[in-house]
């Protein structure tokens, strides 16, 4: 299983020099295998994505985990969408109220984007899922709703030899005390669990988090003993704050390093990174 990280910023894209290390692209991510390709959300960093990896497959199946604006803000920007050879699956969680076809056209419709969904010349295909396991070539899907404002889903990819599970907006310690101790009940405990490699929220620190409950992203803290608690082998902390520099992130990562002995490998996500599973 190859992995490739094309944006790992949160909210809102931000360019500068002061962000060149772990990037400025909101989320995106691509995992390939056996020829499959997945294409974990469409944040700013989808365009990255054809500028380095070809997009040579005839289908690509594009995994949203809920439809917050820096989660779609690439779609409409994806080449292959305007190809008519190309065949486009979109996976996105369902609403009790409204289709995801409909709530995805909200954004790519005038005046917020110039070309209707309808008006694409490319294939594609709305999939509605929730607590839901489905295959795409060599891989075995699993999602479930996590918690997060909206309807939002987190994913469990399983290949053919290697697991990810990705969790980029996630708030698993939102309760009366913390996150609660029996982890059968935690939220998006099932997707993560005992995998090869995590991407959590960590958009706060601990000494953020407590202005910033209920807004759905994780503290660094709480993503280390949520990924500890899983059993995972290696986490990677992602949907880093828009106004958090390079050099914020390395304090708060080095200061996390001293207090913290995990025991599973974790670093900061950073655009560009490349992991193979074996």
């Not at 795409?136 to 697991?163: A, L, Q």
């Not at 669990?193 to 958009?203: F, I, K, R, S, Y």
């Not at 001293?258 to 670093?267: C, L, V, W």
Request: charged fraction near 20%; hydrophobic fraction near 35%.
């Amino acid at each position: 299983m190859n992995i490739n990280l094309w944006g790992v910023r949160g909210s809102i894209p931000v360019t500068g020099p002061e962000t060149a290390t772990y990037g400025g692209n909101t989320s995106c991510v691509s995992v390939w295998e056996d020829g499959s390709l997945l294409v974990l959300d469409g944040g700013s960093g989808i365009q990255r994505l054809e500028l380095v990896q070809p997009l040579l497959h005839k289908r690509i199946d594009i995994l949203l985990t809920h439809l917050h604006l820096d989660h779609i803000q690439g779609l409409g920007f994806l080449k292959p969408l305007f190809d008519p050879s190309m065949e486009i699956h979109l996976w996105g969680p369902a609403s009790s109220t409204v289709s995801l076809h409909a709530r995805l056209s909200r954004y790519l419709s005038p005046p917020l984007f110039p070309v209707r969904i309808r008006d694409l010349p490319s294939k594609i295909m709305l999939h509605e899922i929730g607590r839901s396991v489905f295959k795409i070539g060599p891989f075995t899907v699993h999602s479930d709703f996590v918690i997060h404002p909206g309807p939002t889903v987190g994913y469990r990819i399983e290949g053919n030899h290697s697991v990810m599970a990705y969790l980029p907006d996630h708030e698993p310690a939102l309760g009366q005390h913390g996150m609660i101790p029996d982890s059968k009940w935690i939220s998006g405990i099932g997707l993560a669990q005992e995998a090869d490699v995590l991407l959590h929220d960590a958009q706060y620190t601990s000494q953020e988090y407590p202005d910033k409950k209920g807004w759905g992203h994780s503290s660094w803290e709480d993503a280390g003993l949520f990924a500890s608690r899983a059993g995972v082998k290696r986490l990677l902390f992602m949907h880093h704050d828009p106004s958090r520099t390079d050099a914020q992130v390395n304090e708060i990562w080095k200061d996390l390093q001293g207090n913290t002995a995990y025991s599973f490998k974790s670093e900061p996500a950073r655009e560009g990174m490349r992991i193979t599973l074996k």
